[in-house]
C-alpha cells in the first residue's frame, strides 16, 4: 500500500498537495490528518465527498510499502509502517538537517508546496475540474498571501494561471480563506488585542500578544490574520495558553524577520512567513502556571538575535567616490564619465556637497560646444544621507528631487564617504536576497572546506588585516565553487586597501620574500621556506600539516578597470570590494567572503552571484563586458558546460552581437582561454557548444569542431597514455596532452589550413612543425598497410612521436592505426648491432656512405632478412666487398 501523509493542523497548502500527490498517482490513498484548520475543515465539509480523501481509521489493513510526505518532512507513524517503508518528501520549506539517508528527497523553494504537484499535473496534460483547480489554487494562494508574498515565485504564479485555465473559482477561494471568526475565536481575539504588545527590534516594528483560551478547540491561526491586518506589524507573535498546551503563532510581512526560525525555538516550524508551534508545560523547566511568562521571556530574549537589522546605506553605497570640483569643466567631466561609467558626480566645495553633476548636463553642454563648469552645470542642492539611513530616506529624497545618485556623509565629520544609486536602490528593492552582507554567514562552511593549516594561514592574515583596520576578503571562484559545494584549495585575498603594505607586514613579523607589483597593488608573499617556522610559532600546529600550506599567498588591493578601447588590456585603479566584484566577468565569480572581525565567514554579494549560483544561470555583468574583452565569450561557454549551468538569454544575445570582435583579441590570449577548456573535467561538449555559437570560426574561419574527433580527443585528454609508446610529459615546453589534442583537432585539416589556426593561435614552434609534418603525411597513410616494415620506417622516422600518436588515435581500430603501432612499439626501437665505430675500426672512411650502409643493415634487420648478428656480420662483409670490388 501507498499513502500519501501531510501535516497535522493542516491548511490549505497541506491539503491542497495531498490532492495534488494523488491525482499523479491514483494507486496512492491521501491520509488526512487529525487535525485540520477550520476554514479547511469547513471546506471539506462542504465539497469533501467529491475528494479522493481517505481518514486514518478506514486505511486497508495492510502493510505500507511507500509513504508519500508533502508540504511536510516529518513522518507520522501508522499502523503497517516497517522498517522497510520507503519514504518520499515533497516540499518546499528549508531542508531538515536530520532526514534519513535513504528517504528520496525533493525540495524545491517555491511559495506553496502545491506549485510543485501543479506543474507535475501540467506536464501530464491531463485537463481538471473546477472543483479539483480549486483546492489546488486555495493551496497557492494560501501560502503566497495570494501571490504578494516576497516568497513567491514566477511558478507559482504560473500555476495559478494554469488552474484558472482549468476553472478555478476565486470567488470560492476569497471565501474560504478569509473565514469569518467563530464567537471563541472572536472572544480570544479583543483578549488578545488588550494584551498586545509593540517592541521596536531592529529597526523592525513587533507586536507581541498573549493570552489565555483553554476553551478554544479551533486553530489560532484565523485569528493571527486578523491581528496582522488591523495592526500592520513587521512580525506578529502570538502565545495563547489552550488545552493542549501553549501554541506559539508567528506572522511576518518581511524577509528580515523569519518567523520560522523562531518556532523552531520552540520545537515547531513553517515558512518564513508563517509558522507554528505548540509547547507542552511538561517540557518546561518551569511550573504550568508560571509557563506562558516563562515563553514569553524567552521570547523576547531571543528576537534581537532573529530579527536582520533593516538594510541601510552603509550596506549598499559604494565607498569613496570620485567628486568634482565647482571648476571641473564639462570636457573633464565627460572624460571621467566615459572611462568609469557614472552617470553622475557629486560636486564638493570646502568638503561640503553644493550639487549633483548628471552626464545628460555635460552632454547637453557639449552638444552647444559650451564647455562650461560644474558649477553652473549642476543640479545644485546639498542632498545627501548618512550611513545608517534606512532605504526608505534615499527612496523620499530620489523622489523629491530627481537625483539618480546621491552623496553619502559622515554623520560627524560631514565628509562625502560613499554615494548610493538609483540601480543601488532598486537591486536592494528588488532582490529576494538583499545585498546586505549580514544577511547570510558561511563561516561554517569555509571552516570545513580548508584543512587546519591553509584555514589558520588564512585567519592570520585576516587578523593582521583587522589590526590595521582593513576589510579583506577571499573571492571569486573559490567563493563560487564553496558555495557549490565542490570547494577548491586555491584562494586570493583582495584587501579593500594597500595590499602590498600588508604584505610587507607579513613578511617583517613571520618572515618569507614578498613580490609585488605596484600597477596592479599586487603582492605575493613566499612562504615555502617558511612554512615549519609558520607552523610552530604563528599557527600553532605541528609539522606534519606543512604539505596543506601554499608555497605563496596572493594579496590583491581592491581595484577597478577600465578599458581605451574594445580588445584592449585594462588601465588599473584602486578601489572598493564592490567595484572590484563588478570588473569581473560573471554574476556568479562577483561573490565574496569577508574575512576580519566580527564578518568573518559574511558573504558579498551585490551583483545577484547568489541567486545565479542557484537558478544555474551565466549572466554578464554589463553590457559592454564582451566588447571590453571579447575573451570572457569563451570563459561564458567554459563555465557553462563545467557546472552544467545556462547562459542567461541577454547574455547570449550580447555574445552573439560581440563575436566578431574575437577577431581582434591576439592569439596568445584566445589560445590560453582553449587551453583552459581542453583541461576542464570534460572540454569536449564546450569545444561543440563553441561551434554552435560560431565563436570558433569567429576566432579564424576554418576553425570549427568535428563531432567524429570526440573520441580521439577524449582518448589523449584523459584516457591513460599508452606506456610502450614511452611519450615524454611535454614537448617542447607543452604538457604533452595539451600537445595531442591541438594535433587531433588540426591534423584533419590541410597542411595550409592547419598552419593558419596554428599561426592564429600562436602555437609553439614544435607544434607548428609537427602539424606541418603529420599534416603532409596524412595523404599517404592509406598506403601504410601494403609496405615492408623497412619502407614504414624510412616514412615515419622524421616524424614527432607525439604526431604519430595522435594520427594512432585518429585512425583508431584500422589496420593504419595498427602500423603506426607497430612502428612506435617495435620498428623504431630496431637497429643494427653495428654502428659508425665499427665500420671506422674496419677501416672504412667515414662519409655518405656510413648512413646507406647502416640503413641497409637496419632494412635487413626490419624485413627479417637478418636476424642474428652472425647474419648482419655477413651482410655487412658483403656490402663492404662489393664496394671494393
Known sequence: MHVILTHEQADFDAIAALLGASLLDERALPVLPRRLNRNVRAYLNLYGSELPFH????????????????????????????????????????????????WQVTIERVGACTTLLVEALREHLEP???????LLLLGIYEDTGSLTYNSTTARDAQAVAYLLEQGASLHLANQFLN?????DQREVYHRLLANAETHEINGQTIV??????????????????????????????????????????????????????????????????????????????????????????????????????????????????????????????AQLMQRYGYEGYPVVKEGKVIGLLTRRAVDRALAHRLNLPASSLMEAGEVVVHPQDPLEVVQRLMAETGWGQIPVVDPESHTVIGIVTRTDLLKALGRNHLAAPSRQNFADRLEAAL?????????????????RRLPVYVVGGFVRDLLLNRPSQDFDIVVEGDAIALARALEREFGGRVTSHSRFGTAKWHIAEIRVSLLKNALHLDESNANDLPEFLDLISARTEFYDYPTALPTVERSSIKLDLHRRDFTINTLALRLDGRHYGDLYDYWGGYA????????????????????RMLRAVRFEQRFGFQIEERTLQLMQEARDLLRQVSGDRLRHEID????????????????????????????????????????????????AWCLPETWGGTPIRRALAYLVWFLPFSTEKSLSLAQRLRLPHHLREGLKIGTSLVPTLKDLPNLTPSQVVARLDGVPLPVIYALYQLYYDTEVAAVLHTYATRWRHIHPVTDGHTLRTMGLTPGPSYRRILWTLRAAWLDGQVQSADQERALLEQLLASRTS
Open 612 to 631: 545565479d549560483l542557484q537558478r544555474g544561470l551565466i549572466r554578464v555583468l554589463h553590457s559592454l563586458s564582451f566588447v571590453d574583452d571579447p575573451t
Open 55 to 102: 481518514e486514518v481509521r478506514d486505511l486497508p489493513n495492510e502493510p505500507i510499502e511507500c509513504v508519500t510526505l508533502v508540504d511536510t518532512q516529518s513522518l507520522v507513524k501508522l499502523k503497517g509502517m516497517g522498517k522497510h517503508t520507503k519514504v518520499r518528501v515533497i516540499d518546499h520549506h528549508q531542508p531538515r538537517t536530520d532526514l534519513p539517508a535513504d
Open 676 to 723: 583552459l577548456i581542453l583541461a576542464e573535467e570534460n572540454p569536449l561538449p564546450a569545444l561543440k557548444r563553441l561551434d554552435d555559437l560560431q565563436l570558433l570560426t569567429a576566432i579564424h574561419p576554418d576553425l570549427h569542431w568535428e563531432p567524429h574527433l570526440a573520441e580521439p580527443m577524449r582518448k589523449v585528454l584523459k584516457d591513460p597514455l599508452e606506456p
Open 128 to 134: 481538471l475540474n473546477a472543483h479539483l483547480a480549486t
Open 179 to 183: 473565514p469569518p471568526l467563530s464567537d
Open 208 to 333: 507581541i500578544a498573549k493570552g489565555e483560551a483553554t476553551g478554544l478547540v479551533e486553530e489560532v491561526s484565523s485569528i493571527a490574520h486578523k491581528l496582522r491586518d488591523l495592526l500592520d506589524p513587521d512580525g506578529l507573535f502570538l502565545l495563547v495558553k489552550t488545552a493542549e498546551g501553549i501554541r506559539l503563532v508567528a506572522r511576518s510581512t518581511t524577509d528580515r524577520i523569519n518567523v520560522a526560525k523562531v518556532a523552531a525555538l520552540f520545537g515547531g516550524g513553517g515558512h518564513e512567513r508563517a509558522a507554528a508551534a505548540l509547547i507542552r508545560p511538561s517540557d518546561l523547566e518551569t511550573n504550568e502556571d508560571e509557563a506562558l511568562e516563562f515563553i514569553y521571556r524567552r521570547l523576547v530574549d531571543a528576537l534581537p538575535q532573529l530579527v536582520e537589522p533593516a538594510v541601510t546605506v552603509e550596506q549598499i553605497m559604494s565607498p569613496r567616490p570620485m567628486v568634482l570640483s565647482p571648476e571641473t569643466s564639462a570636457q573633464e567631466a
Open 451 to 467: 584543512p587546519p593549516a591553509r584555514l589558520a594561514l588564512l585567519k592570520l592574515v585576516a587578523q593582521r588585516a583587522h589590526q
